[in-house]
């Protein structure tokens, strides 16, 4: 059983475009670095444990 859930959203054109930028720079996959904004949004507004 997948630990993972599914999300379909759009984005701004230019995000997306930034974000496939900064994939390919950090070697990453889109998807670790959405995580981890999402992480660290969480973390700001104070809605995940530290």
Known sequence: MSTKGHINT?????L???LKKL???KE????KLL???IRDLLLKY???EK
């Open 28 to 31: 990453k996959r889109i998807n």
């Open 10 to 14: 759009t984005i701004q054109k230019e």
């Open 23 to 25: 994939a390919a720079e």
């Open 16 to 18: 997306l475009i930034e």
């Open 46 to 48: 104070d809605k995940m």
């Open 35 to 37: 995580e981890e904004a």
